[in-house]
T-cell receptor, first 107, second 111 residues
């Protein structure tokens, strides 16, 4: 079993829909990261969080340390949000990655 | 954007040839990492460095070596490239805050 599990693997949504991507982990962490990768592109860090909730524009990330679970929400989704979203956890700079969720937002 | 650049961005090489990929940072971050990304797998750690001349192996280190002679540069070498090393390679850096920054990736094809 992977240390970091994401669901769903693939997600297709219509423009404007509210999207949730989930991440569960099984190891001790000091931080959890949400990353974004556009097709053929580099990897961009969206959030790093160790507790509670963070918001940036239409993106919201939450983490429940007790349940070892995090969610990434996208409100009012747009085709430009189409990308692979990767959950990663770190402990003393040792980072472990989920397999990613491929999101496609259709106009 | 964090100052991290990878070179080259694309490379095609023949089986058995040596290949070196370079990662350069301008952030003075202590930690540098090399990952490979393949379909069906998450990012997998090849090697990492926690300081000048301090490096260690990751989970997929066979066939790869690294060097870090300066804080800003982390080199990944494939001593004798094989087709199984065809992949996209990402460099990453992080500092005391653990926030990670990634390079744009190097697409390597071994023919």
């Amino acid at each position: 079993k992977n240390e970091v599990e994401q669901s769903p693997q693939n997600l297709t949504a219509q423009e404007g829909e509210f999207i949730t991507i989930n991440c569960s982990y099984s190891v001790g962490i000091s931080a959890l990261h949400w990353l974004q990768q556009h097709p053929g592109g580099g990897i961009v860090s969206l959030f790093m969080l160790s507790s509670g909730k963070k918001k940036h524009g239409r993106l919201i990330a939450t983490i429940n340390i007790q349940e070892k679970h995090s969610s990434l929400h996208i409100t009012a989704s747009h085709p430009r949000d189409s990308a692979v979203y990767i959950c990663a956890v770190s402990n003393n700079n040792d980072m472990r990655f989920g397999a990613g969720t491929r999101l496609t937002v259709k106009p | 954007d964090a100052g991290i650049t990878q070179s080259p961005r694309h490379k095609v090489t023949e089986t058995g040839t040596p290949v070196t990929l370079r990662c350069h940072q301008t952030e003075n971050h202590r930690y540098m990492y090399w990952y490979r990304q393949d379909p069906g797998h998450g990012l997998r750690l090849i090697h990492y460095s926690y300081g000048v001349k301090d490096t260690d192996k990751g989970e997929v280190s066979d066939g790869y070596s690294v060097s870090r002679s300066k804080t800003e540069d982390f080199l990944l070498t494939l001593e004798s490239a094989t087709s199984s090393q065809t992949s996209v390679y990402f460099c990453a850096i992080s500092g005391n805050s653990e926030e990670a920054f990634f390079g744009q990736g190097t697409r390597l094809t071994v023919v």
